[in-house]
């Protein structure tokens, strides 16, 4: 699943921007849409994913995918476990995590003006705010719920 950063020749001018979408349907597909507008926008995406349900990487070959290891390839996600499940991904995927970023960061590549512009995250996952504020990176959440939701 993991992809060399091969930054493509004047396609990185605005920098990478970093997705960590929640491994649910209707949280994925509107990180991967966000995606795909910033790629033709000019940045380089790279999505880092939980092992649970990871998206297929064929889908959008433009993007960099980051595998966060986390040993929940197997988990059962019934209704009665998605807030296990949520509370798991942000005990297990912080440390891969921060480890990604800090080794990005670090990449000789990126020392030609094509740094991390920022880190955009689904609203439940509070271990990216953590993350992007102690290597003070902007970071944005988007919380993909539909708008009923907000009024309940």
């Excluded at 597909?29 to 880092?48: D, N, W």
């Excluded at 966060?68 to 942000?90: E, K, P, Q, R, V």
């Excluded at 020392?111 to 970071?139: M, P, R, W």
């Amino acid at each position: 699943m993991e992809r060399n950063m091969e930054l493509e020749p004047g396609r990185n001018k605005r920098g990478i921007v970093v997705l960590v979408p929640l491994p649910l349907q209707g949280h994925m597909t509107p990180m991967l849409q966000l995606g795909t507008i910033l790629y033709s926008k000019g940045f380089t995406i790279v999505v880092a994913h939980s092992e649970f349900r990871p998206p297929n990487p064929s889908n959008h070959p433009e993007f960099i995918f980051q595998l966060l290891s986390d040993n929940l390839s197997g988990y059962d996600a019934c209704f009665m476990n998605l807030l296990n499940l949520i509370s798991d991904i942000n005990a297990k995927c912080r440390a891969p995590f921060e480890e990604y970023i800090v080794r990005l960061m670090q990449d000789q590549r990126l020392q030609h003006g094509n740094e991390v512009a920022c880190i955009i995250y689904d609203g439940l996952l509070h271990f990216v705010d953590s993350v992007a504020t102690c290597l003070k990176i902007t970071s944005i959440v988007l919380r993909p719920s539909p708008a009923i939701y907000m009024l309940s």
